[in-house]
């Protein structure tokens, strides 16, 4: 029987592989396919590379032609955290992010829920109506708002920027929802209201901790989207005390004389790492929920 | 009570919704047809929209709107298109190459202007040394098509991938056997792409369109961060326009005639993108 076995290994080999005629081709263009993949990647990433090799780098020696710098130096790290301005611009913009996140969470659950529960009159027009301000953007409401907030005194305010960044979410929020609650099955739900459950407690108690990933989904794209806005804060923002990082880092490269670049560089750093970070740990649902916010018809 | 309560469900959601964006829209319409000094406001009518549809700043910030629109929408597609057609051939390794071309859209615009800024920087920026080496000397952001491509370049690097994500939707939607099928009579490879690949994807191919071209005209963070309307005013799209006739001059009335001309247009590209959307899913 010894001499039969590597003869089967390879009718499984065969097997394994598809048909035998148009695999070296298709072999060929699968790594001209990878060899181009990995080109694009690195010049994705080349201007980040370059930005954190920048900030790792002396002070005063301009973006040196080096590309790899010879000593690695964290101080502009340490002297970013360590000025007045900086950490405050940090905690605004968490504040802002975070809190608008949470509203946009909570109120586009409920709505969501509404939508796909219920039928009630105006239903569709409520989601036509959605649907539209998901895609106008906010930028030609920026100047009556602008005007609106200056004449109720809101300007540099907590209050307007989580106001606009938790509404700016909504439209995207109701069809990210929507549609992971339509995965549910409706029977609990049913269950839990011939028990005489309340809407809400149907709501809090089964309907969201089984859509808990919409849930996440919606908040940390939210708050990744709100961290990086820099219109809306820098069109609302002008005190020092209130700016967000992002309106920070634009004032700064305004300021620069030329010999500071590695310090924006960390400050460049800093401020993409948040962002950065949750969209590597949540990757799938961000390219899920996204799609969905943006085809589901 | 039953009744109320889908109503009261989406109260939030449309309470929210129109304190940013429907009653915004109202007020610049309102705006838009008085004339604001110091606090007052005096009915002008449409003199706002005639000064704006006069003036030479606009229609020049108007060909520098569509120039950068045509522009990154075109290129932009170009690439989308390529990387959804080599994504869909469903690779090893696929997951991280499409998490990396990601990484652009999770930042700021901000960072990304300032990264871009860096790159062309005449003297050390990293692709001003290249440029100069292929192309003699340059001086990229000190001339108005120089500056308009390196914006040109930093909006397509950041707006790709998710153009490309909406494409490889497509893309998946076309059912594998109609491949064999076609294979088996004879088709070319051109042929299964363009009666086969195309025919499916041409509805998504106008949405990405849309979306793209929606963005294009609202492009403003970028702008700001990069080259400010600069050299002189050689990059001064609509947004630009509008954000200085606000935050330099204090021209509400023609700041809010200016967003309402946006607005249209928006509104216009939305329900195109709403129709064809519906036409597509029905």
Redesign the interface.
């Given at each position: 029987m010894k001499h039969v076995q590597p003869i089967d290994r390879h009718i499984l080999f065969r097997a394994v592989r598809k048909s035998p005629g148009p695999r070296r081709r298709w072999h060929w263009e699968?790594l001209a396919?990878?060899v181009?993949?990995?080109g694009?990647?690195l010049l994705?990433?080349f201007?980040?590379f370059?930005?954190i090799l920048?900030s790792l780098r002396p002070p005063r020696l301009?973006?040196?032609?080096t590309?790899i710098p010879d000593t690695w130096y964290f101080d502009h790290y340490i002297r970013l955290l360590s000025t007045p301005r900086f950490p405050r611009y940090i905690l605004n913009s968490a504040i802002n992010s975070l809190g608008g996140a949470l509203?946009t969470t909570?109120?586009?659950a409920?709505?969501g829920?509404?939508?796909v529960r219920?039928t009630?009159h105006g239903?569709s027009l409520?989601l036509?109506?959605?649907?539209?301000?998901l895609?106008?953007?906010?930028?030609?409401?920026?100047?009556?708002?602008?005007?609106?907030a200056s004449d109720l005194g809101l300007l540099d305010s907590y209050l307007i920027m989580i106001?606009?960044y938790?509404?700016?979410g909504?439209?995207f929020g109701?069809w990210v929802m929507k549609s992971f609650i339509e995965r549910i099955p409706r029977e609990l739900e049913d269950a839990a209201a011939v028990d005489g459950a309340s809407?809400l407690q149907i709501i809090g108690h089964i309907v969201l901790p089984l859509a808990r990933p919409g849930l996440v989904a919606v908040f940390l794209l939210n708050f990744?989207y709100n961290?990086?806005?820099?219109?809306t804060a820098?069109?609302m923002l002008s005190s020092t005390a209130m700016k967000t990082a992002?309106v920070g880092?634009?004032d700064f490269?305004n300021q620069l004389t030329g010999n500071e670049?590695e310090l924006?560089?960390a400050a460049?750093v800093i401020?993409?790492l948040p962002?950065?970070v949750?969209?590597?740990i949540a990757?799938k649902t961000?390219?899920w929920a996204?799609?969905d916010g943006?085809?589901k018809? | 009570m039953r009744r109320c309560y889908p109503y009261l469900l989406i109260a939030p959601a449309l309470g929210l919704i129109s304190m940013v964006s429907l009653y915004p829209t109202l007020y610049s319409l309102y705006l838009s047809l008085h004339r604001i000094r110091r606090g007052t406001m005096e009915w002008v009518g449409l003199q706002n929209f005639r000064t704006i549809l006069t003036s030479a700043s606009f229609w020049q910030s108007l060909q520098h709107t569509l120039v950068f629109g045509v522009c990154f929408v075109s290129i932009t597609l170009i690439c989308a298109y390529a990387l959804a057609l080599m994504f869909n051939r469903k690779l090893a390794l696929n997951g991280l190459y499409m998490t990396i071309i990601f990484v652009p859209w999770m930042l700021s615009d901000i960072v990304s202007g300032v990264m871009f800024r860096w790159l062309f920087l005449p003297h050390t920026g990293f692709g001003h040394q290249v440029l100069e080496a292929l192309l003699g000397t340059s001086n990229l952001p000190g001339t108005p098509a120089g500056a308009m491509g390196i914006v040109i370049g930093a909006t397509v690097w950041q707006a790709t991938a998710f153009a490309m994500l909406l494409l490889l939707a497509g893309l998946q939607t076309v059912p594998r056997e109609i491949y064999e099928a076609a294979l088996i009579d004879g088709a070319t490879r051109w042929q299964s792409f363009w009666y086969i690949t195309w025919a499916f994807v041409r509805p998504t191919t106008m949405i990405t369109t849309l979306f793209l071209t929606i963005q294009a005209i609202n492009t403003t963070g970028m702008f700001l961060a990069i080259t400010e309307g600069g050299p002189g005013r050689a990059t001064e799209v609509l947004s630009l326009y509008m954000y200085r006739e606000v935050i330099t001059f204090f021209n509400f009335g023609s700041a809010a005639a200016l967003s309402v001309i946006m607005f249209v247009l928006n509104a216009a590209l939305a329900t195109i993108y709403i129709r064809t959307l519906r036409a597509e899913t029905v």
């Open positions: 699968t396919i990878h181009i993949l990995v694009v990647c994705v990433l201007p980040v370059y930005t920048t301009g973006l040196s032609r590309f509203i909570v109120v586009s409920l709505a829920y509404a939508c219920y009630f239903r409520f036509i109506f959605i649907m539209g301000m895609l106008l953007p906010g930028l030609t409401n920026l100047i009556p708002l602008y005007k609106l106001a606009i938790s509404a700016y909504v439209p109701i809407p990744v961290w990086n806005d820099f219109l820098l069109i992002t880092l634009f490269q670049n924006l560089a460049c401020i993409m962002g950065l949750v969209f590597l990757r961000f390219l996204m799609l943006a085809v018809g | -």
